[in-house]
């Protein structure tokens, strides 16, 4: 257990941009959100992680390719398969109705805490972004707050 | 990049009700979100956007009317059905166990970035109040927190 | 509405064991968070109560048995059946790919407001511990942050 008190607050903000080259992809991020968290000088407190698009994804998961398939395949067999005729957000112009409904699925954003001045993740968990709608630039916030 | 160190938190909170006419319905709440961010005079931070019931979700998509059609659709063909035949919940008397699995995949809360005094949302971004078994008042909690 | 400014903020880390006998489990942890906040001494803020294993949830739902039961079932029928031959993250000799989706389906992590010195949960709202591959040592970090 770890208490503190009485100490002032501190913030700091960046910005992560990505322009993936497939249209689906997922991108491991713990490390340059580690190395934000660090230059932050946030002892206690979370990291806010989160997509700035409304077609992408931030989760906590696992640095494994088979897993990132089984996702990518979950996501089209049984969350949302692409096929624009089903949506009627496609009528817009737009064709990737899906990637809205897999980002209500997975999420667009995590926080994540931080102890004794790093993230606090357990032995396996790491940061992704999910680019569900790329080949575009895009950009996730890291938003760290705390003592 | 952004930093800031040595000032004092602000936290501000407030709730915000609802009753809808239908018993599923997705409203757009950044208006009042963002409202609160302003009146709260937090320039850096974070604000906390949650349901208070087990049967809604506040989640962050489009202001798009085709999009939230899509959205109880797919809520009702593939996430799960209403039909209170299928689930031991509802043997209590209750007939909304669909709307709690609906909120458990959708989630009941997002955390949204404050920076400059605003909220720090992508060109797309809104946030919205899903209600899966409305026709009664519910609510949502805004806790805005940072410097 | 509820406004404060100018004190200084307070952080609290601690962390909650559990070994489920079952490989699925829901644990309402709602009493275990609730001590933590207690006893951090924040009055105004936000508890972040986050799994810190990509095979599990935390969540806000209903304590109900029934519906933990339809919960349990409809990961397993709807979300991620178990079946390990269906994904290849199993190739890598673990079999329990489909706790990873579900995880993802559910969350991992869960924020819950604070005012007055207390969690500030809607009247049905309870905090849980979901376990989608237990039978050993796995743990969830609670951290308090406020004023």
Redesign the interface.
Known sequence: ??????????????YLWFNTKRRQEIIDITDQVAAEVD???VR???A?V?????SASV????H?S??W???LK?LEE???PWDPSR??????GEDN?AA??R???????????I?HGAL??????RIFYGEWDGQRRK?V?V?V???
Chains 1, 2, 3 share one sequence.
Not at 59 to 62: C, E, K, L, R, S
């Open positions: 257990m770890l208490a503190r008190g009485g100490v002032r607050m501190k913030s700091h903000t960046t230059g932050s000088g206690e407190g979370m806010l989160s997509a700035m698009h409304i989760f906590v998961n696992d494994e088979g897993l398939h089984d996702i979950w049984t969350v949302a949506y009627r957000h496609n009528e817009t109705a809205h409904l980002s209500l699925t997975v999420g667009h954003e995590v926080v994540v805490p102890t606090d993740l357990g032995p396996w968990q950009r916030i938003k707050m705390g003592e």
